[in-house]
Each structure stands twice: as structure tokens, then as C-alpha cells.
């Protein structure tokens, strides 16, 4: 993305596909193409933040990832639930119109977060990269956050019925001494809404 803005400084930016897994895999014929069970998974979810928070840090303005139903989409078919990528997206969809705040992270490849601005308000979408808990400070931040979090404990009830899952999932914490402490579950991620400082760091 850099090098392609460096090229067309001028230019709109788009990543067109962007795929969890290979689009053929010879060792295995009878699989079908781009079939991936990571990509109904917690690690879909959590690889689908990490690629668009760098995407869109870059300048990314558009980006396709997957088809709506089937082994490739968000839910694996009619009437049969969604993925916790499905969620990230409706989280997402709400805050289409804000802006992107670069956020630094002291373990990249740990645990990343998307921040995102839209007038005052402001949300992050948080992930751990990882198969082990991963221990989150978020800073400089003030205020009650609404948190919802995503992982191994909540995720089927998610994938059954999100709408009630996202009204009883919410929690509130508040900020305590500028900074807001986690501890992510392997491949959890959260949405945090509420917060009145934009975070510079997540550590």
C-alpha cells in the first residue's frame, strides 16, 4: 500500500482480494477452492482486524475480503448463524463515515488495535494475534468505556443470535489513571466504544 501510494500519490487506493487462506491447494483436491477453517474462526476474526487496521493506517480507501455466504463469506449459509468475522463487520459498518487514528502497538505481532474517530466519538477494535492471553494497556484515555468482547467463551452464542448476543455481552469499564487494562483471550477481539482521548499506544 505504501509503495502503491508512493507510485499514484493521486489516486484511490483499493486491496481487491484480500484472502485468509490460498486459492488452490494441490495437496488437497478435494477441498474446495479458498476453503479455510480458519475463516469461520476466532483467528479469522482476529487476522480480518489486524489486516485493516495496517490497511487502512496506510491509506487504504476500499478493500474486499469475502463473499457473503459459504466457506469464503461471513456466514457459512442460510439460516445457519454467522462467523465472528460477520461481527467485526457490523461493528464496523456503524462508523463507515470516521476517520482513522494510527495507534502504535509495543508487540505488533501480538496485539494490534484499529482506532477510530467520528466527531467526538470514539471506538477501537482490539485483537490478540495469539493462541495465548495477551495482557492489553490502552493510553492515553479517559472516561466509562462500553466493551464488547468476542472469544472462545462467547463466540457461539455470537454465531447463533448476535443481535442478542451485542445486547447482553455489553460491559462498561472505566479508564483508571489514563489508561484502560485488558487481558485478551487467544484470538479475542473487542469493540470499545465511549472513551474521550484517542489512544497513541496500545502496550
Do not use: I
Not at 60 to 87: D, F, I, K, L
Amino acid at each position: 500500500a505504501a509503495n502503491a501510494r508512493r507510485l499514484a500519490p493521486d489516486c484511490a487506493l483499493a486491496a481487491s482480494p484480500v484472502t485468509l487462506g490460498p486459492r488452490f491447494n494441490p495437496h488437497a483436491p478435494g477441498l474446495p477452492q479458498s476453503a479455510d477453517p480458519r475463516q469461520g474462526a476466532l483467528f479469522g476474526a482476529a487476522w480480518l482486524a489486524g489486516s485493516l487496521k495496517h490497511l487502512a493506517e496506510a491509506g487504504v480507501g476500499s478493500v474486499t475480503y469475502a463473499q457473503a455466504v459459504g466457506p469464503r463469506g461471513v456466514m457459512p449459509a442460510e439460516g445457519e448463524g454467522v462467523y465472528p468475522v460477520y461481527r467485526l463487520l457490523a461493528w464496523l459498518a456503524a462508523w463507515r463515515e470516521a476517520r482513522v487514528q494510527p495507534v502504535s502497538s509495543s508487540a505488533p505481532l501480538c496485539a494490534v488495535a484499529l482506532a477510530l474517530r467520528q466527531g467526538r466519538r470514539l471506538a477501537l477494535l482490539l485483537a490478540n494475534l495469539t493462541a495465548t492471553p495477551q495482557p492489553v494497556l490502552l493510553q492515553p484515555l479517559a472516561g466509562v468505556a462500553r466493551l464488547w468482547r468476542l472469544n472462545e467463551m462467547s463466540a457461539t452464542q455470537a454465531g447463533r443470535d448476535p443481535q442478542a448476543w451485542e445486547a447482553q455481552q455489553l460491559e462498561r469499564l472505566p479508564a483508571t489513571h489514563g489508561a484502560l487494562a485488558l487481558l485478551l483471550w487467544p484470538y479475542e477481539t473487542a469493540w470499545v466504544e465511549g472513551l474521550q482521548m484517542a489512544p497513541r499506544e496500545v502496550c
